[in-house]
Every structure is written in structure tokens, then in C-alpha cells.
């Protein structure tokens, strides 16, 4: 118990009354963190806009211990993401990003390094082109894969070591890599992917910021692509809902 300070990366908030929010936390020393934020939706709140989601904070709040939330005391604005909160497509991008990240992040829990990856992420993001946005999203979750420690093994058989021949290759979600000949998929939970998609994910996962618009991804690879990244993370995360930003986005793209 006790007064705690650290930055952190505002995920979401929702209203909580006429007054308040409840709103949730990626932060630097502590994991997921869920704050009352009192006054907060009062047009003179101290807190100003430092609460809107995808905004990076040095936030001061007091722990009660075992209680589920915690009261926040004060917020103050390290970076508001303007350029991405400038442009729905890119908005969307980081949404999910932050969304994703919150699903894999657990309270008291920082030995991962999400909110070092988030920020990172999200500067990239905010510096990058909108063209690249899907990009970011795909190599973001490849390296949260790797982040919580289930880098995936894409350019040898996960147990010959060899590399995999063919134009399509299992992904065995349970094993963590690709499988050649030498091993049955049987009985294991996977997809069969392209061998262009398997080098694109791969090349997502080492990829640094300058390179992604260097990287090229067909149409069809990036659906593939984003398929198997969202199964895989579904896969050890335990749950199969699609994040509700990523869903509202290709629904608003294909829309237009």
C-alpha cells in the first residue's frame, strides 16, 4: 500500500459516473493497473486530456493494496501520439495495439517488457507512414509474441532443425513452429501456411522501423499473414475473440 509513480501508456477508459472514470494502465514498474480517476469527465478536470487512450503519462496514483482498483492522484502528458491521433486508419492501428497489449499483460507483472515494446510500438507508429500502419500492427504482435516468450520458430522444422520445402507449410500452434515431413501434424493444432507468408512473418519479426516500407506483402500474404499472427496469440492467450478495434477497422475499410 502506499503512494506509487510510474509512466504508462493509457489503454482504455470507461465512464464510471457523472464525475468519473475508470481507466487502465499499461505502466513501466508495475503491469496492468486499473485507476479511479475522480473529476475525471468534469470540463475543468485536473487531469485534463492525459486520459484518452494511446496517450503516454507519468501518472501518480495510490495503491490500497488488494484492492482490484486503485485511486489516481495525478497524470501528466509525456506524449500524446498527435500525428496518430490524426488519422482513423492510424488511430485503429495503435487501438489495437494497446488492446492487444492490455489482454497479455498481468497486474504486478513487468518482467515481460510490454510497456517498453508499447511505447516503442507507438513511436514507430507515430513516425511512420499511414501506408505502412498495418505493418506496424503485424510486426507489433510478432514481438509480443517474442516479448512473452513465444517467438515462433518460422525458417526450420521446430524438430528436425531443417529447413521446411514445399509451398505450404504446418504451423503447429502447440509446438510454437513450422513442421516438415519429418513429423505427422496430427492430432496438433495449426494451419497450413504459404511459404511467402511464413518469410513474411519472419521478416516482421526482425524488421526495423526503417525497413517496413521496404517490405513488400501481397494482397493475399496479408491476409494470410494477420490470420495466423491473431490465431497464434489467441492460441496462448486462451481466448478466440478478435480484438474489437482490429474488427471495427476492416469492417470500416470495407465499407469505403
Known sequence: MGIRSTRAVVTKTMRMSNSSKLVSLITEKYGLVKVMAKGARRPQSKFGASLEPVTLIDTIYYDKGSRDIQTLTSAEIEKSYLNIKDDLKMLSVASCMVEIAQFHTAEEDVSAGTFRLVVES????????????????????????????YRPSLDSCYNCGKKPKGTSVFFSFEDGGVLCSCTSPDNRYGIRVSAGSLMVMQSLLDAKETDLPNLSIGKDQKHEVEKTILQFLAYHSGSSRPPKSLAFMRKLESAI
Open 122 to 149: 507507438l513511436d514507430d507508429l507515430e513516425s511512420g507512414r499511414k501506408k505502412d500502419a498495418d505493418k506496424h500492427l503485424w510486426r507489433f504482435m510478432m514481438r509480443l509474441l517474442e516479448t512473452t516468450g
